[in-house]
């Protein structure tokens, strides 16, 4: 039988998420948690493969990862639980023979959030309108031998909870072809170029590629294919590592700021130094 898992995992706790020799990778830790229950012996001939690439530092909410096994019921008990704490599981389906999350795949959403509020929100949402439709993103991705033609479904840019967040979701993506068009759209937001800057790399008349934004930003949080995962519950250790990743994460925050506002009273310091110097 073949099934599909819907994974999410922190993109920085991997070099990427593609196997790779000699390196901790996503697919390369949840083929060997499958190999431990007895799944398959070769993640070849098991046709162990996943929706996309997402490269080293970007995290995924919904990646999906499909395998043919003899133990079906083993996957989706055990599964789950066999997975390192920093990969959960949270759904599966049973999918035909020959399913390949890759090439079956009607559409993917990424969404970027931005570490700092790049500032004109509407002059985001009218230069990331530019992307929708069917266009050469050349000057969007890291070059490759594959078509530059994508077709984009849908753009926002929002603020939310304080951040500002690009999502889009097209029917596939170039490489490092989300983060260039974020780069962009950062630009855009400071006021270092307009929506025709946009037009412009999206005609090919630009010039330069943007500077693709830092992968930490970057979370794969869809990938569609007109069926539902049946609902699966992430393991208690997965659980407890995002809730404590969760309180690194604010006293991190926290720290930041009291470091931040140190920096910024050391001038005022000199200054108060230098006038006690002067004192008779």
Same mark, same amino acid.
């Given at each position: ?120 929100? /509407?002059?985001? !949402? @009218?230069?990331?309108? =530019?992307?929708?439709? +069917? ?6 991705? #890291? ?97 407890? /590592?995002?809730? !404590? @990743?969760?309180?690194? =994460?604010?006293?991190? +925050? ?6 931040? #506002? ?19």
């Amino acid at each position: 039988m073949r099934c599909a898992f819907r994974i999410g995992y922190w993109g920085e706790q991997f070099f990427g998420s593609q196997v790779q020799p000699d390196v901790r990778t996503v697919e390369g830790e949840v083929a060997a948690a499958c190999r431990r229950l007895g799944l398959f012996d070769d993640p070849k001939e098991a046709g162990f493969t996943s929706a996309g690439r997402t490269d080293r530092g970007v995290h995924a909410a919904a990646q999906v990862v499909a395998f043919t096994t003899d133990l079906p019921g083993r996957a989706v008990a055990a599964l789950p639980h066999e997975l390192p704490k920093d990969i959960w599981c949270t759904g599966w389906a049973a999918v035909h023979d020959r399913f390949n999350p890759r090439k079956e795949a009607l559409a993917r959403t990424y969404r970027y959030y931005f570490g700092e509020h790049p500032g004109d929100l /509407a002059a985001m !949402n @009218r230069a990331a309108a =530019l992307f929708v439709g +069917e266009h050469d993103f050349t000057l969007f991705s #890291r070059k490759s031998e594959r078509s530059p033609i994508r077709r984009v479904l849908a753009t926002s840019v929002a603020e939310e909870e304080g951040a500002c967040v690009f999502q889009v979701t097209a029917e596939s993506f170039l490489w490092n072809m989300v983060r260039c068009m974020a780069g962009a759209l950062d630009a855009v937001g400071r006021g270092e170029c307009g929506a025709d800057g946009i037009a412009d790399l999206l005609t090919g008349r630009g010039g330069r590629r943007p500077a693709a934004a830092p992968p930490h930003g970057l979370i794969l949080t869809d990938v569609d294919y007109g069926f539902a995962f049946t609902p699966v519950r992430p393991s208690r250790k997965a659980m407890a /590592a995002l809730e !404590n @990743r969760g309180r690194e =994460l604010r006293q991190k +925050e926290g720290a930041n700021r009291e470091l931040h #506002r140190f920096c910024l009273d050391v001038p005022r310091e000199q200054a108060v130094d230098d006038e006690l110097r002067h004192l008779p």
